[in-house]
């Protein structure tokens, strides 16, 4: 299974970002997917999730301003964030299956 994560960058507060995930050798829609992040210093933590039928999930912190949607077409991944914060700076990385893990995409936000 290889991942290619790609969308991270440096962002103004209140910005917006989309995060992309492209996978080969697993097909998104036959699992559960999960965006984690893992700030400065810190343990990686959940930040969404999307079932095979297309509930989603995510904790407060990121709730509201946090999109996970998934294209079986392109069997892609993307997390749309808005109204970014300084505290959502970490490395994002895109979890198909609980089980995979790719290589990460830095988002930075600050002014």
């Known amino acids: 299974v290889q991942l290619v994560e790609s969308g991270g960058g440096l962002v103004q507060p209140g910005g917006s970002l989309r995060l992309s995930c492209v996978a080969s050798g697993i097909i998104f829609s036959d699992y559960t997917s999960y965006w984690y992040r893992q700030p400065p210093g810190k343990e990686r933590e959940f930040v969404a999730s999307?079932?095979?039928?297309?509930?989603?999930h995510y904790p407060d912190s990121v709730k509201g301003r946090f999109t996970i949607s998934r294209d079986n077409v392109k069997n892609m991944v993307s997390l749309q964030m808005s109204s970014l914060k300084p505290e959502d700076t970490a490395v994002y990385y895109c979890?198909?299956?609980?089980?995979?893990w790719g290589q990460g995409t830095q988002v930075t936000v600050s002014s």
């Open positions: 999307i079932t095979s039928g297309g509930s989603t």
């Open positions: 979890n198909p299956a609980g089980v995979y």
